[in-house]
């Protein structure tokens, strides 16, 4: 007899690789840097809201997170009605996909990019289109415009781009979009925006009201340091938010994770002053990496990326960082990525690269 079986492209799905801890090393105060996690603790005041939130879990929550609606609608001046909340950006962009695609479609990013993109295609039974980023690890934006065909039904473009942390212009997402045809939807996952520090940076919420086919994805995870909660949230225009609240998990947002990103926007000088430090520990690693003559590409988030030539190679590199207790993220066989951490991690790390051969 067999067994019940799963459709074959859910069958053929990648497990997720998250961010491993750091092996402990007697004497040694391990670090992890894998998963591009805030290394800083709830804004002050945060975990207050959490506790007292915790005394309600035993009723459900508001189904319609209306706190939430309100508090972000109110933060970035967007009507209610053109947000969606969900379990983090990547639930966002299950449901985006499952919304948007069926067996016959095509989803076009860059690669590598993001890992959930090709699992999420696979899940709704799609293909996806890879465009390989350049030699500096950016979208060939050119490229990917010329991937686009009559199957074509969404479009990721990540920026700041996880793991190679450049960052599309303004100007050039406009070119982009400009030759996307209106019914392919555009994303631009933005989940490292606040990090952004460059000229002519997206102004997201400015490109979604402009065009009725672009979609913005944020998330409490990473500059708020809300990464356990699982709060992501979309600007989107009315009817395409509406179709991403219809295909979200009932109760998904619980009443502590509402209740601590509610309190974080109230937080928000807090907020960037915390981001402001962060980013100068970034800039302090780039440019300790680049003295010890390491080539790097502009580090746009809140981690930095290291282009490689073969998986030995990565691993080499993960495992010089795990004696040295820092755990990083290797993306075998073109890269691996290390996270910002705790001013002593990077120290050790700016370190750590001085010694280790460039090959």
């Known amino acids: 007899m067999t067994t019940p079986q799963p459709r074959p492209s859910v069958a053929a799905m990648p497990a997720y690789v998250a961010g491993k801890p750091p092996a402990e090393r007697p004497g040694l105060v391990t670090y992890k840097l894998s998963s591009n996690e805030n290394p800083y603790p709830p804004l002050d005041g945060v975990l207050d809201v959490a506790a007292e939130a915790a005394g ?201 994770a509402q209740a601590t990103a509610v309190a974080s926007l109230e937080r928000q000088a807090e907020l960037l002053a915390r981001v402001d430090d962060l980013i100068t520990e970034r800039t302090r690693v780039v440019e300790g990496v680049r003295a010890a003559g390491w080539d790097i590409p502009d580090a746009q988030g809140n981690f930095v990326w290291f282009a490689f030539d073969s998986a030995e190679r990565c691993e080499e590199f993960a495992a010089a960082a795990d004696e040295a207790g820092l755990m990083v993220r290797p993306y075998p066989p073109e890269g691996v990525r290390v996270s910002i951490g705790e001013p002593e991690a990077n120290t050790r790390f700016i370190e750590l690269m001085g010694r280790f051969s460039r090959g």
Not at 185 to 194: I, W
Not at 245 to 253: K, Q
Request: aromatic letters at 10%.
């Open 56 to 256: 309600r879990v035993n009723r459900y929550p508001d189904a319609g997170n209306t706190e939430l609606y309100d508090a972000l609608a109110q933060a970035y001046d967007v009507p209610a009605e053109e947000l969606a909340l969900s379990t983090g950006a990547v639930a966002l962009i299950f449901q985006l996909i499952s919304a948007y695609c069926g067996p016959d479609d095509e989803v076009v990013f860059a690669w590598r990019s993001f890992e959930a993109y090709p699992i999420a295609v696979l899940a709704a039974g799609a293909t996806a289109v890879k465009v390989p980023v350049t030699a500096s690890g950016e979208h060939d934006l050119e490229a990917m415009a010329a991937a686009i065909t009559e199957r074509t039904k969404v479009v990721f473009v990540c920026s700041p781009n996880n793991p190679t942390g450049t960052s599309v212009t303004q100007t050039e997402l406009d070119a982009f979009l400009a030759k996307v045809p209106e019914h392919v939807l555009v994303v631009v996952d933005e989940a490292y925006a606040e990090f952004v520090r460059m000229d002519d940076a997206i102004d997201g919420i400015a490109t979604y009201r402009s065009r009725s086919n672009v979609v913005v994805l944020r998330t409490f995870s990473k500059a708020y340091g809300l990464a356990g909660f699982r709060v992501g949230y979309a600007f989107a225009p009315a009817p395409i938010a509406a179709t991403l609240r219809a295909m979200a998990l009932p109760f998904g947002v619980n009443v502590v």
